[in-house]
């Protein structure tokens, strides 16, 4: 099998395979780095993963640690998803690591996602950091991220219903595999509900891993550095994992709580296209990578608790295994603007034509167009998003990849 360096891939991740085999084999030949990395917080989740790495980054750098993150999928460069301490990775350096690494012969046998990780695993071990925030890229159990043998600490966060084809129809069979993540006498934290943490806490015991009640912490959500109504949740899940850190690994020095709240928690911003606001001469554009039932639901919360008056135009696409109908019926409103395009490519696309049909049928009374083209359909929601002279937004949405495309459009239109 030929591949090609990676470096400028866009759009979702290929050849889409779950299983350890491969990349266990393959870490093995390497020496096995992931096992050299001392500390690793594993965070798997439907919702709110990349969230809660960021406000855990951000408190864990008032300890000086340094602090590596992998997370998926990338929206403008591949360099996104490796970083330590803020900083991604050179191109220079990826480019290094990937030709080291295709020189043996079991790489070409892995999985886009699978060469990736393994990419990752070398380079933080590479540059020795301190600790790891390692976030999972499709489920937990069979995710190429749980090769790792003994974490300090395991998070899931919220769970719904999203990869249906690779992790099952039901809550408790997505809720299973995420919780394939927990290992034998390591602590996990959670704020999946319902029958989802039953499934987490049955799994959980069964295998003798202690669960850590999440505490309170008195937060002002207003102030969050991450906006969006169900960021304090995550910021929450950040603040309980910060402190059993801290007590693991600084044991004598005191924990401040009210310290980090302000240094960290509301000052975190580093983690684009999730509720991002972002201003085109003066007018609110709103990027958020929701792309499921709950995280729809997310959205449309946010989006009347900080925009509560004003007129919506969106901006959306949908790449074909996501559930479109439960988006619209979840986000869109009557007397809504909606322009539909592609998410990404039209191979992995829904075609909008089909997205106008499903809406007609959904909502009642929006005004509904199509471009095909997402530079053109982007112009068009844009100029429309400029004549209006009421109080309105334009929200980007319905996939990450097609949020990415639009950030790298409002860069060229600030130029």
């Given amino acids: 099998m030929t591949y090609s360096n990676p470096i400028n891939h866009k759009g979702p991740d290929p050849q889409i395979e779950l299983g350890l085999k491969n990349i266990k084999s393959f870490l093995s030949v390497l020496g096995n780095p992931q096992d050299t990395i001392q500390n690793i917080v594993h965070v798997a989740g439907t919702n709110g993963k990349g969230s809660t790495i960021a406000f855990l980054e951000s408190l864990l750098t008032n300890l000086a640690f340094k602090v590596g993150k992998y997370t998926s999928p990338h929206l403008i460069n591949l360099t996104e998803r490796y970083q330590i301490n803020g ?14 690494l295709s020189k043996y012969s079991q790489f070409a046998t892995l999985t886009h996602f699978e060469k990736l990780t393994a990419i990752a695993f070398q380079y933080f071990a590479e540059q020795n950091v301190d600790l790891l925030l390692l976030e999972t890229g499709l489920g937990g159990r069979l995710d190429a991220t749980n090769c790792i043998k003994k974490p300090i600490l395991s998070l899931i966060t919220n769970i719904g219903h999203d990869h249906q084809d690779f992790l099952g129809d039901t809550l408790q069979e997505i ?48 102030k969050l550095g991450l906006k969006g109504s169900y960021q304090e949740g995550n910021a929450q899940l950040a603040l309980n994992a910060f402190k ?52 729809a639901n997310g959205l449309k919360q946010s989006l009347d608790e900080y925009f509560p008056k004003e007129k919506r135009i969106w901006l959306l696409g949908f790449l074909k295994n996501k559930d479109y109908r439960e988006f619209l019926n979840q986000a869109v ?22 997205l106008v049909i499903a809406s007609s049928q959904i909502i009642q009374n ?3 167009s199509t471009n095909s083209e997402i530079r053109e359909a982007f112009e068009s929601a844009k100029n429309q998003l400029l004549k209006e002279e009421q109080k309105t937004i334009l929200v980007v949405s319905g996939s990450l990849y097609l949020v990415g495309k639009v950030m790298e459009l409002i860069s060229e239109s600030e130029d």
């Fill in 175 to 222: 809720s299973k595999e995420k919780a394939g993540i927990l290992k034998p006498n390591i602590p996990f934290m959670t704020t999946a509900k319902g029958i989802s943490l039953e499934v987490i806490v049955s799994q959980a015991q069964r295998i003798h891993s202690p669960q850590i009640e999440l505490r309170k912490f008195i937060l002002d959500k207003t």
């Fill in 87 to 100: 900083e991604q990775i050179t191109k220079e350096k990826f480019n290094s690591l990937f030709n080291a």
């Fill in 333 to 354: 409103q009557k007397e809504d603007s909606v322009i539909f395009t592609f998410a990404d490519t039209e191979v992995n696309s829904v075609v909008p034509k089909d």
């Fill in 244 to 295: 059993y850190i801290h007590g693991l690994l600084n044991p004598q020095l005191p924990f401040k709580e009210d310290s980090y709240i302000e240094t960290a928690i509301y000052k975190t911003q580093n983690w684009p296209g999730r509720f991002e606001i972002r201003q085109l001469k003066n007018k609110n554009i709103i990027l958020d990578g929701a792309h499921n039932k709950e995280a």
């Fill in 366 to 368: 929006i005004k509904i």
